[in-house]
């Protein structure tokens, strides 16, 4: 057993931001291409109009509502992480917390950006604000899609006051240990920030209020999303499981995605003193128990159908698991409930490429588990006349491929800028002595 | 200042200066210390009383933004009413937690008095690394009977002239 001191908090931490190699850049580069690329899709889009996209009758929610639900998955997990554990004391989250926050904050960026996509004539936004024009127009707060832009709109600002007041302390750190234009720009972003009594005092009463208020907005965003669907009649639908089935399928997509941006990081910055294989190994049982929530809402949406004995219900599971995108839906149940049940096992637990590997396809699964909802069921509703397929147009890949680019770059151009791990919630933890430090 | 690098000697320290001659003014850290903050003996921070503030300001201000703008432009949807109060639930719970958001935000600020630099007079970069800095003044003929009381508790010694700058920084400068 290893215990950590203060200096080497630090040094491990700040030596992450010393100046990166050539590769690193290359990777940048290769990024930054993928979001050029999403960005000449939609301003092609936006020239050329909607109709770009594959979305058409009867599947006019397509690729960019998959792309927005799954981002906003994965923005659930950060506030997880962060929030619910740091209410339970659980310090197995503070090597962890800061990079999910991170990752919260820029997938809500993101998943906000498709409902502009999926507008068209995105420069008409601003009917969806609720703000006086000359028309005399308001928007009508009875429809779940303004529920969206006001949940949306509340959890990213929460979620990004949440990871800038976690960041105070630590950029307090950098402006101490920094010189020149850096100093100057951290002396500036700390605020002041010097670690009195006084400001503690008053700083850990705020992040408790924070973390507590964040928890039950991360269940009512997701909820919120899951009543875009629910809300409507469309078979497949029209569901009161809808809510917690959406909430914990985005802790499990969100979870998987915090093991795939921290195992590269905890190999590529040292980091596995703070990253430790119990760090892990707790973040894949947290998986095994979501993925049998979300194997649990698969079975019961097909219960649910037997039991109605409605016959356009059972019509719309029948086809999902065996009409045109049932590979879809076989991906989605092998992806998102059997594979993860492997992390029962300590040793697959606790190997790595595995870690890495599970967690890569359930997050494959839970994009398809998206396909799946939203395309399966509008493609075959209740008229057998209005049945129709769907497939993404080249445009549509190009702005998903720019998305996840997207989502990376602001990633990677973090780590090597701002602290990756929060140094003060480590020193906490060793000053605490609450977390066991084998590496 | 005294700079340690023990939160036990922290605790012992200011014990100490409390019932010493000298004026205690602060403890720099670079975590949040429990055993300091006990041996502080402070009083339950009223940042809460923001939040509460903002959070009941959010309710009222989303069921006003819901209503207001039905009324506005009263079409009826779905059979709804024009009020519909259940789907305006969504609207007020989100404002409540925004404003609440807002009001902690508010009261962090303004009781941690944050953003101000005057924090960083008397202030030992150290602080923010292993060391705990306690900070104390004392009468000009008292400045080496000070230096080897902190000395006899094992911390290191950081001089600065002007006193009083030592109080923290408040709005009204």
């Known amino acids: 057993m290893t215990q950590l001191t203060y200096d080497q908090i630090d040094q491990t ?28 899709s939609w301003v092609y889009q936006i020239f050329v109009g909607i109709g770009v996209g594959g979305q058409n009758n009867p599947v006019a929610w397509g690729t960019y509502l998959i792309n927005f639900v799954f981002w906003v998955g994965i923005a659930h997990s ?20 800061r990079a999910s926050e991170t990752m919260t904050v820029f997938a809500v960026c993101i998943a906000g950006l498709f409902p502009f996509i999926h507008l068209g004539r995105v420069w008409m936004v601003h009917y969806m604000l609720p703000i006086p024009t000359q028309r005399l127009l308001w928007p009508n707060f009875v429809s779940p ?66 973390a507590a208020l964040a928890t039950p907005l991360v269940i009512s965003v997701h909820s919120v999303v899951s009543w875009d669907f629910a809300l409507g009649i469309t078979p497949g639908w029209h569901t009161t499981i809808f809510a917690p089935y959406f909430v914990a399928g985005a802790i499990h997509s969100g979870l998987a995605m915090v093991m795939i941006l921290m195992i590269p990081l905890r190999k590529i910055f040292n980091y596995q003193k703070f990253i430790t294989q119990d760090v892990l190994e707790n973040v894949a049982k947290t998986i095994v128990f979501t993925g049998l929530i979300v194997g649990f809402a698969y079975v019961t ?6 039991y109605s004995q409605n016959i356009v219900e059972i019509e719309s599971f029948r086809w999902r698991a065996t009409g045109e995108y049932r590979w879809g839906f076989f991906i989605m149940v092998l992806f998102n409930t059997l594979f993860p049940m492997l992390f029962i096992f300590k040793k697959i637990r606790r190997t790595i490429p595995l870690l890495f590997g599970i967690c890569l396809l359930v997050n494959v699964g839970m994009w398809f588990e998206r396909f799946v909802i939203i395309v399966g069921g509008v493609a075959h509703g209740f008229s057998p006349h209005a049945w129709g397929l769907y497939a993404p147009t080249l445009v549509e890949y190009g702005i998903m491929l720019g998305s996840f680019c997207l989502f990376f770059f602001l990633f990677i151009l973090f780590v090597k800028h701002l602290p990756s791990i929060s140094m003060t919630e480590m020193k906490e933890t060793i000053g605490k002595g609450a977390l066991d430090h084998r590496a | 200042m005294g700079l340690f690098t023990n939160e036990d000697q922290v605790v012992c320290t200011v ?10 003014h602060r403890v720099n850290s670079s975590f949040f210390s429990h055993k300091i903050m006990a041996a502080l003996k402070l009083k339950k921070s009223v940042v809460g009383w923001f939040t509460l503030a ?60 944050i953003p101000s630099y005057k924090w960083l007079k008397n202030y030992d970069p150290r602080c923010s690394g292993k060391h705990f800095g306690v900070l104390a003044s004392c009468k000009p003929g008292q400045v080496d009977e000070l230096k080897n009381f902190f000395q006899r508790q094992g911390g290191e010694i950081r001089e600065f002239d002007d006193h009083r700058q030592a109080k923290p920084p408040s709005w009204q400068g």
């Open chain 1, 13 to 40: 931490i700040l030596d992450s931001l010393n100046p990166p190699k050539k590769s690193y850049w290359g990777i940048v580069a290769i990024l930054l291409l993928g979001v050029l690329i999403g960005a000449a």
């Open chain 1, 301 to 306: 949406e097909y219960f649910i159908a037997w």
């Open chain 1, 145 to 210: 899609l303004m529920f969206d832009v006001i949940a949306i709109s509340t959890y990213l600002i929460v979620s990004s006051l949440f990871w800038y007041t976690g960041l105070l302390p630590d950029l307090a750190v950098m402006r101490d240990r920094s010189t020149g234009t850096r100093h100057k720009i951290f002396k500036f972003l700390s605020l002041g920030w010097t670690g009195a009594h006084e400001q503690w005092r008053h700083y850990s009463r705020g992040y408790l209020f924070f």
């Open chain 1, 78 to 97: 950060g506030t997880l992480i962060s929030a619910i554990l740091h209410l339970f004391r659980a310090g197995w989250r503070n090597p962890i917390a």
């Open chain 2, 54 to 113: 903002g959070g009941v300001i959010g309710f009222f201000s989303g069921f006003f933004l819901a209503i207001y703008t039905s009324v506005q432009w009263n079409l009826i949807v779905g059979g709804k009413p024009i009020v519909a109060f259940v789907p305006f639930i969504i609207v007020g719970f989100e404002a409540t937690i925004l404003f609440a958001v807002f009001g902690n935000a508010i009261g962090l600020l303004t009781q941690a008095r």
């Open chain 2, 15 to 24: 014990g100490a200066l409390k019932k010493s001659v000298y004026q205690f």
